[in-house]
């Protein structure tokens, strides 16, 4: 996050970030006053989504190209995170403040929790182990580019906002507005 952004980075690092990102960010919503969750929630479904989008739209290709069985794992991973997103939408329709909403947050951190894992265990070794170094520099370029092309998440929703309102609209919606953009970088590029 905080890196320099003219140092070249190899892919995976930037995506190591990434998910300690999401893991303080699941810790921050945890421990939020209840004023701040909506808040907290908003900034965490931004940041799942603009990872996810950017992972399927430059790492994902990359995982089909150049490893054994590729096509599969890619297919196995993205199919969690279609999961995933699905639940934030979900749990954006019941509100922070419904009593079901505790629960849906136990299953999308203990599903995004056990995915992460499971693609630093495996696509990140086999990125690592079957692309160049020069190729898993320029990935780090395109990644970031199209994580910079995703709008940043909204402001906190107003105050006078009725609780469990969130401004930033349809988890689906933020879905396709990143998908846009960062589509809209890699083919001007
Ligand atoms: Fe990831």
């Known amino acids: 996050m905080n890196g320099s952004v003219d140092a070249p980075t190899q892919v995976v690092p930037l995506l190591l970030a990434d998910h300690e990102e999401a893991k303080s960010l699941l810790q921050r919503f945890e421990e939020a006053a209840a004023s701040k969750r909506d808040e907290a929630f ?21 995982v089909r190209r150049y490893v054994d069985g590729g096509d599969d794992l890619a297919d196995m991973r993205i199919a969690e995170q279609s ?3 699905e639940l934030l939408a979900e749990m954006e329709m019941v509100g922070v403040g419904s009593p079901q909403f505790p629960a849906m947050f136990t299953t999308l951190r203990s599903e995004v929790l056990a995915h992460a894992q499971a693609e630093e265990q495996s696509v990140f070794v086999e990125l690592s182990a079957n692309v160049s170094p020069d190729e898993l520099l320029e990935l780090g370029k395109r990644y970031e580019l199209a994580k910079k092309a995703a709008p940043t998440h909204p402001h906190p929703h107003a ?15 933020v879905v396709d507005r990143v998908r846009d953009a960062v589509r809209g970088v890699k083919s001007s590029t």
Do not use: I, Q, S
């Open 42 to 62: 908003c900034e965490l479904t931004y940041a799942l989504v603009r990872h996810e989008v950017a992972e399927e739209e430059v790492v994902y290709p990359a």
């Open 83 to 85: 999961k995933a997103e």
């Open 159 to 173: 105050p006078d906002t009725p609780p469990g309102n969130l401004v930033m609209g349809p988890v689906a919606a």
